[in-house]
């Protein structure tokens, strides 16, 4: 029979942990990262150590980033807890939701046995890819929403009837800009999250992030109108 772990807080450093200037050198290189694929609409999702007890691999807050293709940088860890971290990277990614994940290092929990420390960590895991906005409307007022949109963080297309009102020119900030409505939000949506023009239309459904607005001088008839109410079916 196994003795009980102990109950005291004790943390061990692997070897390899970067500690003092190279820990900043790569939580430096972390966010860097962050901010090109959040510029490029790349999906990830960043997942920090949050909270440890007992004997562990971790330490806090050690990080590690999750590309939507598995590729990673940095650690929390490694062995079983940052395969599980991986796992639930690409639903955090794929809901766009943030959740936690709690992990106890025993035989009971660990695959395989590894990482049979007696201690326990705890991670969160968040979205990091710029939300999308679709402004139909090119005007004075879709420029000023663009303005504002692009400095808090979202992902911009832009569309209008009238080529000198969805230029690059007009809108740098813009990920894209279409000169049509005729087109689909799906589509749209599509390539506005993964950095294809022309994308051909999403297979599921919007996203719960995205956003639209419309600030035309008269909204096309092909625009996509506004749920008529708010999911759940309950009327506002």
């Known amino acids: 029979m196994s003795a009980e772990p102990s109950k005291a807080r004790i943390v061990v450093t692997p070897l390899d942990l970067p500690v003092g200037d190279a820990a900043h050198s ?3 290189r ?3 990262e962050i901010v090109a694929l959040r510029e490029r609409g790349v999906g990830a999702a960043l997942a920090t150590v949050i909270a440890v007890r007992g004997s562990a ?4 807050p050690m990080k590690i980033l999750v590309r939507a293709d598995g590729s ?3 650690s929390v860890g490694g062995g079983c807890l940052e395969e599980e971290v991986k796992r639930q990277a690409q639903r955090v990614i794929e809901e766009e939701r943030p959740c936690r994940v709690a992990m106890a290092l025993n035989a009971e929990d660990s695959v395989d046995g590894a990482l049979i420390c ?6 969160y895991l968040e979205p990091i890819t710029a939300p999308p906005l679709v402004l139909f409307g090119g005007g004075h007022v879709g420029r000023a929403v663009a303005t504002l949109a692009a400095r808090v963080g979202f992902r911009l297309l ?18 894209e800009t279409r000169v049509d409505y005729r087109v689909d939000l799906p589509s749209l949506m599509t390539s506005l999250i993964t950095g294809r023009a022309g994308a051909a239309p999403a297979p599921a459904p919007t996203r719960p992030t995205t956003a639209a607005t419309a600030a035309t001088p008269a909204t096309p008839a092909t ?13 506002a």
């Open 118 to 123: 007696g201690g326990e960590v705890e991670v």
């Open 26 to 28: 790569i939580e430096d």
């Open 57 to 60: 691999p971790a330490r806090e």
């Open 158 to 175: 832009v569309t209008d009837d009238r080529p000198e009102y969805a230029s690059c020119e007009r809108f740098p900030m813009a990920a």
């Open 223 to 235: 625009a996509p109108a506004a749920p008529t109410e708010p999911p759940g079916g309950e009327h």
């Open 72 to 74: 990673t940088l940095g």
């Open 30 to 32: 972390l966010f860097r």
